[in-house]
Structure formats: C-alpha cells, structure tokens
C-alpha cells in the first residue's frame, strides 16, 4: 500500500470516529444548558471538523453535585481492590481502541501520527501504573513511641478533583491525571483544551463502557473563561491539577485562594540544552532535534534555547542545519511525517509573531520548508534562530513551537549563569563525557527535571514539575499522593499515660 493510501487509511479510521461532541455528566452525554457550541477546526486544512457543546457555569455545577454525590455515596465506600478494578478494565479498554484514539488525535491536533501512537500506548499503562502504585505504595508510617503511644497515618482522598488539561498532548495527559485521581479515590472533573475535544470525548465514552458508577468522571468542555473558571471557583471543587501556560496557572491561583484550594501547577518551560565540547557530538545532536521539533515542537520540556560550547560550535551548527532541511514536514496521518501542523491558527500566528520579533532582535532565521501542497494549513518548518542572546524576547519567552535559539558559551560558570537566566525552570539537558561535570551542570541548572547525556525519557515512577515560573508541585510516582490525598495521623494511646487535671479538687 503506498504512504498516500495508508495516510487516507488513517483519516478514514479518524473520520469514522468524529461526531459533535456532548458534555459527559452523572453517566450521561448530555447538551450544554445553555445549548451553546463551538466549532473544532482541523489543523491540516483549517476546515470545520464538528460542535462541541459548550459548557459553562450551570454544566459545571451539575458535574459538581454528581461528583459529590459519588463520593459520598457508592465511589467513596467501596473498597479499594474494586475500585482498582475499574480502573484496570479502563486501561484495557483504552488498549482495546488504540487503533482508533491514536489517528483521532493526529486529526485533531496536526500531531503526526508516529508521536499519537506512543502517546496512547501510554495512556493505558498510566492507569496500570497507578492501580499498581496505590496498591503497592500508597501506605502509611508507624510511630511507636515507647509503650505509651502509637502513631500512624493513613491516605485519604480528598473529593471532587478538577483536572484542566492541555491541547499538546491531549489523551496521554488527560490519562496522566485521571488515572491518580480515581484510583486514590477522588471523583474526577475534566475541562479538556477546547482546541483538542475529540480525544476527551472518546475517553469518555471507554470510561462509560466501563461500568464507572455516575459522576465519578464528568467531562465539560468549553472555553477558559467560562467553563475552566466556572470549575476553579466552585465550592465543592477542592482539588485543580493545571497544566498549561504561566500566566493562565497564575490566574487560576489567584481565582481559587479565597476558597483555599490545593493546587498542582504545570507551567511554562524556555528548557536549555547545554553542549559541552566533549561530548557525543552526534548522539547530542539527535537528542537536540528531537527535543525541540518532535511534537510539532509543541511540547512543554522542549529544549528550546541551545547551548554549544564555542570550540564545536560551528560544526555543531552546520549539522543542525543539514538536519533542519531534512526533517520531513508533511501530513500528520502519514506515518513518515516528522513534523505537522500547529493546532490552531491562532498559535500558528503567535508562533510566526516571534519569528519577526527575532529578525528585528537581529537573529539570523534559518528554516526548512513546508511543501506547496500544505500550504492551508498551520505549518511552521523546523526553524533555528542564529545570533541570538540572553537579552532577546525570543530567548525569554516560550515560543511553543519547533523554534530552537541557539547561543555560544565559554566555560562551565557561564553557562550556567545563562542557563538560570530566565523566569522558568522545568527541564534541562547536559551532555558531557566529564560524568564529573555533568553531574555539577545538572544540579547548578534550576529546573524541576535534568537529563544528563539523555533526551527526555520519562520514569513514571520520578516526580514530574518545574521550579520558579514552570510550576508549583510534583506529580507522578507516589509524589502524586501529596496532591491527591489528604494525610491524616492517628494517635492512640496504649496505657493510662498521666493526663492534667486542670479543676480537680
């Protein structure tokens, strides 16, 4: 079968998948109240590809009472070992309809479909991985204190948890908060990325399937402003796990003080990658490339600015270049693609706004190409700044987009100086053959994650966040557990240990 055929193969598999999208509410699909929707546009052509209802302030009160009311009710008693159960049959489900979700998600976001199907592969295994966790991990300590006393503490989830996720990685991400939420025992609330509904949508129907008991998950789509904030604010929401842009995350906090909520914050990231001049030239490079395009470049551990150090700078530059013009650019349901379109027009005019803002700010822009038949959609070619500095705009703020800054350095202090310059702080990546210096690089770099001769290969057993403006919290592993559960001690008294007795005569 040749690439074309197998790529309308794939969007027959996606197509045959899409329909407009309800909310998912108490176990049911059900129309906004207010009886709004908004259109979802395919990143490839620009084209409308269905409505999605659009949830607001009424919708997310009534997901609100069904998820209370589940977790006081028949989630909230049931034992844990039933509980895991639903949530290992979700992964088998999801397993079940691979074929489907993985070019479902390439269609809706211009993700390619090599990446969709990593993705989906592990959004199953998140579930597993947290079923496994709680039953294994999720235990408490025993303090003894000589035979007057013991101590202990227990897990206890905390209520209705309200999960806002973002359009760069829609399912897996989805999954990556879900999964923890349910199998601790909390009752879920999604506000998926309004650019990225179908997958969410999908997800909701696996869990129907599932036998779920109602308002455990709840799904509202919709927009920030309306639905999102409707979430953050609402009484009976005690838990809001964000991943998403700074400012937004800051917003959110802001919005949710009063009511003292607890928050998990995944934020920005300006990620450097720092190149030492012994190091593995070519493994450095691929790591590079893949960092900052895979994923349309739309990734939030992208290594954004390069350094190099400036004895290997040239050569490193000029093989950059070389993989710059290589690197396929195509459509997204083509399994040879390497690079897609941004999701929305609107991103794709954001990202291009820096482009002009690094040519004013004196970068050199080198770019590959986008082929003339794809010129509908929102591609931006794998794109390399030259020149660039500290100082810069473009070397300040995240781009989100398969733009790399590439700068020289010196020496080991001043890398690290430039390193630190910027507001956030999430990831990180060194590579060197001086294990020595690489460990001292990587524990300088203020950032939540660093991966030392490593692209970005995720544990799901680490703590997965950011430092400074990147975030606030950890997720993944038994770090999950802090965010998702309420720890409480227990203190029992093993003899008749002396009481005062204030007022006896």
Not at 129 to 150: C, H, I, K, P, T
Not at 366 to 395: C, F, H, W
Not at 443 to 472: C, E, Y
Not at 477 to 482: K, L, M, P, Q, R
Request: charged share 25%.
């Amino acid at each position: 079968m040749s690439d074309m055929h197998v790529a309308a193969s794939e969007k027959q598999k996606a197509l045959a998948n899409v329909h407009n999208v309800q909310l998912y509410i108490d176990g049911r699909f059900v129309n906004a109240e207010s009886n709004q929707e908004f259109d979802n546009t395919n990143p490839f052509t620009n084209e409308k590809i269905n409505s999605v209802a659009s949830g607001g302030k009424e919708d997310i009160h009534k997901a609100a009472l069904a998820a209370k009311r589940a977790f006081k009710g028949e989630w909230g008693n049931m034992k844990q070992k039933e509980r895991l159960a639903f949530v290992y049959k979700i992964a088998d489900l999801i397993d079940e309809h691979v074929e489907e979700l993985a070019p479902l998600e390439s269609y809706d976001t211009g993700l390619p479909l090599s990446i969709t199907k990593k993705m989906v592969s592990r959004a199953s295994q998140n579930f597993r991985f947290y079923a496994e966790m709680v039953s294994s991990r999720m235990v408490g300590d025993a303090y003894q204190v000589d035979d007057e006393f013991l101590n202990y503490t227990i897990h206890k989830p905390v209520g209705v948890a309200g999960l806002i996720t973002p359009w760069n990685a829609p399912f897996m991400l989805e999954t990556w908060k879900i999964a923890p939420a349910l199998a601790t025992g909390n009752t879920v609330i999604l506000k998926p990325a309004e650019w990225s509904p179908l997958t969410a949508n999908k997800l909701a129907e696996i869990i129907d399937k599932s036998g779920l008991p109602d308002g455990v998950f709840n799904v509202v789509h919709g927009f920030g402003e309306t639905a999102g904030a409707s979430l953050v604010a609402h009484e009976d929401v005690e838990l809001i796990s964000f991943t998403g842009e700074t400012t937004t995350g800051s917003e959110i906090m802001k919005n949710g003080a009063d009511a003292l909520k607890r928050f998990s914050m995944e934020l920005g990231g300006k990620s450097p990658i720092i190149v030492f001049d012994d190091a593995d030239l070519t493994r450095a490079l691929d790591a590079c490339t893949w960092g900052i395009f895979s994923f349309n470049g739309e990734r939030c551990t992208a290594n954004s600015r390069l350094y190099i150090h400036e004895d290997v700078a040239d050569r490193f530059i000029a093989a950059l270049k070389e993989r710059v013009d290589n690197i396929r650019v195509g459509d997204p349901l083509d399994e040879r693609t390497q690079v897609g379109p941004l999701i929305h027009k609107e991103h794709f005019e954001n990202v291009n706004s820096y482009l002009e803002i690094a040519k004013e700010e004196g970068c050199e822009v080198y770019q590959g190409r986008v082929p003339e038949e794809y010129k509908r959609g929102n591609y931006v070619p794998p794109t390399i700044l030259l020149n660039a500095d500290n100082s810069m705009r473009v070397v300040q703020e995240e781009i989100f987009g398969p733009v790399l800054a590439v700068m020289t350095f010196r020496d080991e202090e001043e890398v690290i100086e430039l390193a630190n310059d910027v507001r956030y702080g999430l990831a990180g990546y060194v590579w060197t053959k001086d294990i020595q210096r690489g460990h001292r690089v990587s524990q300088a770099v203020n950032a939540g994650m660093l991966w030392l001769n490593s692209q970005n290969v995720r544990d799901l057993r680490t703590p997965f966040g950011g430092s400074k403006h990147s975030g606030i919290g950890r997720e993944g592993g038994y770090y999950a557990f802090e965010f998702y559960t309420e720890m409480q001690v227990v203190h029992v008294a093993l003899g008749d240990h002396n009481i005062p007795q204030f007022g006896k005569k």
